[in-house]
């Protein structure tokens, strides 16, 4: 054992006695130059065997004067200006819009704009197009009529109603602008058609110069007639939803039958009329239909929701509004009565029911 330890620490003083192997010191490295013309610095050629050593590597290279030296980590980013360059070069390239520039551009803009009227709107080919189309298309899915004649009723209706409550005249026109292209969503499809309608409308009605506060008055309220998800956001918008949501009647059955009942209730509908009493500040709708074709259960399972937000767009407006068929008046506006006292012959017949079959 004496033998091992003896032998270990002659060997650990010999380890100890051996000099340390030189630390190298690290070779600076040579700048990667490039020359303010683009000039790539001249390359030597490596001579001998790959094996070799590399000694014409270590030559530095001559930079002329006007060679901006950068480290070799910089490579990349070379040919990117630097912060300093980048906010000259942007400035001298794009010149950012001031204030002054802005407000000219808008008032530019103004003059640009034009009073579009609905004839214009009417006459033009590419929304006579869409109406067309969202006819035909809806007529192969089975619907009522949605051409010329419904958007034509639509838009006179909605003015009529804007102009009895003492709206003025431009509002009156941009109502009937928004009814006669309120159905064009339906040439893409049924479903969303009124905010898909409202997207088309901007861009033709912006390619025909209409003040764009003008154009969002007429999407918000193409945007907002389906009862599904739209809600009486103004003035147009609700008398569009009245006017749209009136227009039932036989004369839109295209099919001519009775099996569907869509179709049963609307060829019941013989006669139909909207009045306001500006007055009293009641929009009516009238419904005359035959109860021997449909029932006006019928009636009520298709417009219930259609007749629930025709309330909504007349309260919007300042009015109550009443449902009307066959000279009953079908609901009933400003809440119920406080309470209920039957007549002498009256008996309430419904029971609460304690859950035990008698
Ligand atoms: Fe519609
Ligand atoms: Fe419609």
């Not at 033009?124 to 007529?139: C, D, G, Q, V, Y």
Request: proline share 4%; glycine share 6%.
């Amino acid at each position: 054992m004496a033998k091992i330890i003896t032998m270990y620490k002659q060997e650990k003083a010999e380890t100890l006695q051996k000099p340390r192997a030189a630390v190298k010191k690290p070779v600076p490295k040579k700048a990667v130059t490039e020359s303010a013309k683009g000039e790539k610095p001249a390359v030597k050629k490596r001579s001998g065997s790959l094996n070799s050593p590399r000694k014409d590597t270590v030559k530095t290279v001559e930079l002329p004067k006007t060679t901006q030296t950068v480290r070799s980590t910089d490579v990349r980013t070379a040919e990117m200006p630097r912060a300093t360059d980048r906010t000259s070069s942007t400035n001298s390239a794009v010149s950012l819009p001031n204030q002054t520039n802005l407000d000219q551009n808008i008032e530019m803009q103004k003059n640009d704009y034009k009073i579009i009227n609905m004839e214009q709107v009417r006459a033009n080919p590419e929304f006579r197009a869409l109406i067309s189309a969202a006819n035909s298309n809806l007529e192969v899915m089975g619907y009522n009529e949605h051409g010329l004649r419904h958007v034509g009723y639509v838009s006179k209706t909605t003015g009529n109603i804007l102009r009895e409550l003492g709206f003025d005249n431009r509002t009156i026109e941009l109502g009937a602008i928004a009814g006669f292209i309120h159905d064009i969503g339906n040439a893409i499809n049924r479903t969303h058609h009124g905010p898909v309608g409202a997207a088309i409308a901007y861009d033709i009605l912006a390619r025909m110069k209409m003040n764009p506060t003008e154009i969002t008055q007429i999407i918000g309220a193409i945007g907002n007639h389906e009862e599904q998800t739209g809600w009486p956001v103004g003035p147009i918008s609700s008398a569009l939803i009245i006017a749209d949501k009136s227009d039932a009647h036989r004369s839109r059955v295209g099919r001519k039958t009775t099996d569907d009942l869509h179709g049963r209730v609307n060829m019941a509908i013989k006669k139909n009329y909207i009045t306001v009493d500006k007055v009293k500040k009641v929009i009516r709708l009238f419904i005359f239909m035959d109860t021997q074709i449909s029932a006006t259960m019928e009636f009520l399972q298709i417009y219930i929701t259609r007749m629930a937000m025709c309330e909504k767009a007349a309260y919007r407006l300042g009015c109550s509004f009443e449902l009307i068929i066959n000279k009953t008046v079908i609901n009933r506006q400003g809440g119920p009565p406080s309470s209920v006292t039957l007549d002498a012959s009256e008996r309430n017949v419904s029971e609460e029911s304690n859950g035990i079959a008698d």
